[in-house]
């Protein structure tokens, strides 16, 4: 084989990798105002294999109190064949009591069927003044739905209120849904 011939082939493989890559549909961006984060390795290798993919972001606070911890947004799918089951099954089962760790209280806000999935709530109360004045709010959200063999997940956490944090929820579950259900 001639040097030449090996060139042209390493091309195309390289040039069909691009294709089969290019092929995988990317993630929407995140929710304007929020930053996206650097992407882990192993969610790197999630994506390049097809199992899963993953996008991370943050955004400053939008609460009263300017030391708060940035509200973060996490959206993603992973291939799960049967976690449907999982899922009726945790639709089932009661949130965690309420627990207090650290300087801030843990409590249920709401769990159930939402968008043919599951939607939990929970209450976070800071105890302890940690640059913020103990009896400061903020909640997190975590929406888990099947659809197509993939088990999608979008949460917010650290949001001042569930209204504003299920604006964001509500508008990523109809881009995931539409992306998993286009097959990618």
Do not use: H
Not at 86 to 103: H, T
């Amino acid at each position: 084989m001639n040097a030449k011939w090996i060139s042209a082939m390493l091309v195309a493989l390289l040039f069909i990798g691009a294709l089969s890559l290019a092929a995988q549909q990317a993630l929407p961006a995140p929710p304007p105002g929020f930053v996206l984060l650097p992407q882990r390795s192993s969610v790197q290798a999630m994506r390049a294999q097809g199992v899963a993919d993953t996008s991370m972001s943050e955004r400053e606070t939008d609460s009263s109190c300017k030391n708060a911890e940035k509200i973060g947004f996490t959206f993603g799918w992973q291939a799960s064949p049967g976690a449907d089951k999982s899922l009726a099954l945790m639709a089932k089962s009661p949130q965690d009591p309420a627990r207090e760790m650290m300087g801030t209280r843990t409590e249920p806000a709401g769990k159930g069927a939402y968008k043919k999935g599951l939607m939990e709530w929970k209450k976070r109360t800071l105890v302890l003044g940690t640059g913020c004045e103990p009896g400061f709010v903020t909640y997190e959200g975590l929406w888990l739905g099947y659809f197509s063999g993939k088990l999608i997940n979008i949460t917010i956490t650290n949001v001042s209120s569930k209204d504003t944090g299920q604006k964001w929820v509500d508008e990523y579950i109809d881009k995931m849904v539409a992306l998993v259900s286009a097959g990618k």
